[in-house]
């Protein structure tokens, strides 16, 4: 072994030891108290998406090979061969431990990313900065930055910071044109395998960086600019190489929602960030927990989303330290770009695809990181100099105004009510003030070694006090609930009891949450929820289309079909309804069929299987235009075409419900009390004159008809803000509780609000909270619609007349036969979402699949007995392995070549 290869080795494992210990120090709570690395704060987002998804995900390894269409995951979705995700090596431990040690595989995959984060920032920081032990402590630095802390809850992100710093390392090696420069391409394809987000983002740091090092570094525009090219020919060549994870991922991307987020221009954001928003920045700039953390978080911005800035309070030091050397004029004009870029608000814009979300200034902390190490090479190289004590005593006084300058704009802001600042991590910041300008003063006295261990020792401190908060002063889920309650209450053995009764194809839905909206990935059950940052527009266009036009948390990435939602359940393929013993079951059409201490199991008495017959079709328009129980009416008896050309439809096909079947009730004349608010009455308007920010109005609902139900609740406001109104419906218990309630967004303005209320059991009473905060409120109308009980089922009885109840899966392929009676041939609507990757056939001919009722299949069927089979194709993956594998053929054959010619030219 070399003298070089045993010295990087032994510095590696020096500071493998102070990884260690600063990982053992930052999360020992969850290594040896008994807690699961979740929050069920604002950061619940693990818990309620990536571990059931992970989970799923490792069940699916673990029980079946290759892709499958699985109506566990969401309301149906295909599902790509996950495989190589899990070979990742800061993966394998979830695929060794599994599910039932899912606290240790979360520790042990934690560790091993910190671990090659800094052994590639390590390598990346030696050939920058031409020094061992500098790059250490700049290893330390980035490894424990406040963005890699902070997301590390988000398993995935921090995994992406891992190959992000791999494809920095080599991005290194070829601007100092090192032979191993070759493997730039594949290290940003490691990036580009990961996640295509971050690829996207860290693209601008690749060219950024790329032009200010050989700009610095006085290299001719000439080859500045082919190096360039070269890098850009690189980056296409390391996606193509990874096209069998980036086709699939883009495909669902450029299908969802999300793209919105791409092309949705908001003219609500100025050019530059308000104050409130540039004080978050700035206290995010001094610490992590300047402003709090988690739910005590008190910026103007998302807690994860806000802008992460925090390295080390060495950071401006370094900065003052490098504007007084030779590389003032390059320190100034960057740190001067970079402010400028951060303020700007069309810059999230362009790299986060919001203007409310900074989630690309991890690349702000590694260049803080970068700015430090070389300023820490250069402090040590000038300690001889006769001018370096002056030039210490400057950069502590300056850099002691500017943080003291920061906390006294926050401390003021705070004073005006802006912010509310954490006085124990501003405390921190202090110390470390104090103790990194005692440093510098006493730089010049003492041997070096002394002076780098000192400067080492404060380094680990600070990464371990700076830190300490992120992740210990947060509320997190113990082991304990985790596995015994949670995901693992009782509600896994009523599903497999479910499961052992019936054994064809159905959904099960829930009157609770064991936990939130993706309760059937851990619980094994196909339902009828989903929470996904990329649900398909297809899906959210069904979600729709069956009365749910109020977004929770103004997001579409939240999709929820309640449990005593009767129609929306019938028409999805709902079989069994699984409720608390204290919640109430509408009775009228679900029987009990099973009960113990906890749940009850209901059966719907009127299931059309997964397929059932129309007979009418209605244009889209009309439904569109139609009142909340029109449409539930119409649903049960005709069919629309989504985003056809419905002009061609005769009147005598546009039956959506029958008067008699449905009235309206004035619902001002059911007011029963108010409060908190002031209530006038103008003609037939209400003002709410806001005096609390907790604004309701509270309505009981008498008299109700014997066989009538309520069936929706509508209402227009003008309001003088936007907020959020929520909605709350009570039984014959008569309180109000979280679980019984909708949500909608307002903007200011006149807003109609119509919430579905059909099948939930007796509703007797509502509350309405119109305000988040403190404003006037004007109610222009409101009413109540009632529907006739004998009608629904009687439509729902017909549709079960003629429903498919032979319906089969193998793999990706649904198969299962039906009679249709009627003479002008029916429309068959199968409940899976729809795609324009399904395929179908009937009686072995291919015929088209259309999109009916907001995004359901449907099947066009002549009059007879017919064979059902369609299959979900989705070839993008194949096609992507395929590019894939020649991307890689050429590279390889390219590297080959080039190394030939290097060693003829040698």
């Not at 999360?27 to 818990?47: E, M, Q």
């Not at 390391?238 to 883009?250: D, G, R, T, V």
């Not at 929820?560 to 359940?569: A, F």
């Not at 649904?814 to 395929?839: K, Q, R």
Request: aromatic share 14%; hydrophobic share 45%.
């Amino acid at each position: 072994m070399h003298r070089k290869e045993k010295e990087f080795l032994y510095i590696y494992a020096v500071m493998l030891i102070a990884v260690t210990v600063i990982f053992i120090a930052l999360y020992h709570k969850f290594l040896f108290g008994g807690y699961l690395y979740a929050y069920s704060d604002i950061g619940s987002d693990t818990i309620n998406t990536y571990l059931p998804n992970m989970i799923y995900e490792i069940r699916s390894i673990w029980e079946r090979t290759g892709g499958t269409y699985s109506l566990n995951l969401g309301l149906g979705e295909y599902v790509s061969n996950i495989l190589y995700k899990y070979l990742d090596p800061v993966n394998l431990p979830f695929l060794f431990f599994g599910e039932n040690h899912l606290n240790r595989a979360l520790m042990i995959s934690l560790y091993l990313k910190y671990v090659l984060i800094s052994l590639f920032s390590f390598v990346f920081f030696r050939h920058l900065i031409k020094s061992s032990q500098m790059a250490v402590l700049c290893a330390l630095l980035w490894t424990f930055s406040g963005y890699n802390v902070l997301w590390g809850q988000h398993y995935q992100f921090l995994t992406n910071m891992v190959f992000f710093t791999i494809s920095m390392c080599a991005l290194q090696l070829f601007l100092e044109r090192d032979q191993k420069r070759f493997l730039l391409i594949p290290a940003i394809a490691t990036l580009a395998y990961t996640n295509y987000f971050h690829l996207y983002m860290s693209c601008f740091m690749f060219g950024g960086y790329a032009l200010s090092y050989l700009i610095i570094h006085q290299v001719k525009p000439k080859i500045i600019i082919k190096r360039l090219l070269f890098l850009f020919l690189s980056l296409v060549m390391a996606i193509l190489i990874a096209s069998e994870y980036m086709l699939p991922h883009l495909s669902a991307f450029f299908s969802s929602t999300r793209t919105s987020d791409v092309t949705g221009i908001s003219s609500e954001y100025s050019l530059i960030y308000s104050p409130e928003y540039l004080l978050t920045f700035l206290s995010r700039l001094l610490t992590n927990n300047a402003l709090g953390v988690g739910d005590d978080y008190t910026g103007s911005k998302n807690y994860y989303e806000a802008a992460i800035l925090s390295v080390s309070v060495l950071f401006i030091f370094m900065l003052v330290f490098m504007v007084q050397t030779r590389w003032k004029k390059w320190i100034i004009l960057i740190t001067a770009i970079l402010v400028v870029l951060l303020c700007l608000a069309p810059v999230s814009l362009l790299l986060g695809f919001s203007y409310e979300k900074q989630r690309w200034t991890y690349i702000y902390c590694f260049a803080e990181v970068v700015l430090i190490g070389i300023g820490i090479k250069c402090l040590f190289e000038k300690r001889k100099q006769s001018e370096i004590f002056q030039t210490l005593i400057r950069t502590v006084l300056i850099s002691d105004i500017i943080y003291v300058a920061f906390l006294l704009i926050l401390w003021i802001a705070q004073r005006k009510d802006i912010i509310i600042l954490n006085t124990k991590s501003c405390c921190f910041v202090l110390l470390f003030l104090i103790m990194y300008s005692i440093f510098f003063l006493g730089f010049c006295y003492g041997k070096m070694r002394v002076q780098y261990a000192i400067l080492s020792g404060i380094i680990v401190i600070e990464l371990i006090v700076g830190n300490y908060a992120t992740i210990n002063d947060r509320s997190a889920v113990t082991t304990s609930e985790w596995y015994e309650n949670m995901y693992y209450d009782k509600t896994k053995e009523t599903v497999e009891w479910i499961h052992n009764q019936d054994s064809s194809i159905y959904r099960i839905n829930k009157t609770y949450d064991s936990v939130f909206y993706n309760d059937q990935l851990v619980q094994r059950y196909a339902g009828t929820a989903v929470y996904s940052s990329i649900n398909s527009s297809n899906l959210v266009s069904l979600f729709a289309g069956l009365g749910y036009t109020q977004l929770y948390n103004n997001s579409w990435n939240y999709i929820r079909i309640s449990g005593e939602d009767l129609l929306s359940n019938t028409l999805l393929g709902v079989k069994y309804l699984i409720a608390k013993t204290e919640d109430d079951v509408n009775e009228l059409y679900y029987e009990r069929i099973y009960n113990d201490d906890e749940y009850i199991v209901y059966k719907a008495k009127y299931n059309l299987g997964f397929g059932y017959l129309y007979q009418n079709q209605i244009s889209q328009a009309t439904v569109e235009q139609a009142s909340p129980s029109e449409r539930l009416l119409s649903l049960t008896q005709a069919y629309y075409v989504t985003d056809a050309d419905d002009e061609a439809l005769s009147e005598d096909n546009q039956i959506f419900y029958m008067s008699d079947d449905m009235k309206k009730l004035e619902g001002f004349s059911f007011l029963a009390e108010s409060d908190n608010v002031d209530i006038i009455s103008s003609g037939e308007s209400l003002v709410m004159e806001g005096t609390d920010d907790d604004m309701q109005l509270i309505f009981n609902i008498a008299d109700i008809p014997e066989g009538w139900s309520v069936s929706s609740v509508s209402f227009t406001i003008t309001a003088e803000g936007s907020s959020e109104v929520q909605l709350f419906y009570a039984g014959e218990e008569g309180s109000f509780t979280q679980e019984k309630s909708m949500t909608g967004n307002y903007e200011e303005g006149t807003s109609t609000f119509s919430f579905n209320l059909y099948g939930y059991d007796d509703v007797t009473a509502l509350r309405i909270d119109p305000s988040m905060i403190r404003q006037n409120i004007v109610i222009e109308s409101m009413e109540i619609e009632l529907v006739r009980d004998d009608a629904i089922i009687e439509n729902v009885k017909l549709l079960q007349e003629n429903s498919m109840t032979d319906f089969s899966q193998t793999g990706n392929t649904f198969t299962g036969t039906i009679n249709n009676t009627y003479e002008d041939g029916a429309m068959l609507c199968i409940p899976l979402v729809y795609s324009d990757h399904w395929v179908a056939t009937v009686d072995g001919e291919n015929i088209d699949v259309q999109n009916i009722n907001g995004g359901l299949v449907g099947i066009e069927l002549r009059e007879g007995y017919h064979e059902i089979v369609i299959t979900y194709v989705d070839n993008t993956q194949k096609i992507g392995r395929i590019i894939g594998v020649s991307a890689f053929a050429a590279y390889v054959i390219g590297v080959i070549v080039w190394r030939r010619k290097k060693d003829i030219q040698r």
